[in-house]
């Protein structure tokens, strides 16, 4: 059972960059998805959700109108797009199976 984020890195203000999250050893399709973040000395918290279908999604209101939460099960994989990026979105990022298992976590650094 596996979650492997990619697609981490340094950008500067205002840029983009896409999160992926590959998913294997378990029925991904089964599972709603999520992507979190956290800072040190800070709780992680909740970004974007995404139902098995990919029907339904739920963003942060910090994020909504920038970010995009998408799935493609055929690849067993959950996106998370990111536009516009500020200072304090710099944070390590997780993705998760609801419910049931956790990504390493990879780092986004928006900074100039």
């Known amino acids: 059972v596996q979650l492997v984020e990619s697609g981490g890195g340094l950008v500067q203000p205002g840029g983009s960059l896409r999160l992926s999250c590959a998913a294997s050893?378990?029925?991904?399709?089964?599972?709603?998805m999520s992507w979190y973040r956290q800072v040190p000395g800070k709780d992680r918290e909740l970004v974007a959700t995404?139902?098995?279908?990919?029907?339904?999604?739920n963003y942060a209101d910090y994020v909504k109108g920038r970010f995009a939460i998408s799935r493609d099960n055929a690849r067993n994989t959950v996106y998370l797009q990111m536009n516009s990026l500020k200072p304090e979105d710099t944070a390590v990022y997780y993705c998760?199976?609801?419910?049931?298992?956790w990504g390493q976590g990879i780092q986004v650094t928006v900074s100039s």
């Open positions: 998760r199976a609801n419910g049931y298992t």
């Open positions: 050893g378990f029925t991904f399709s089964n599972y709603g």
């Open positions: 995404i139902s098995v279908t990919g029907a339904v999604k």
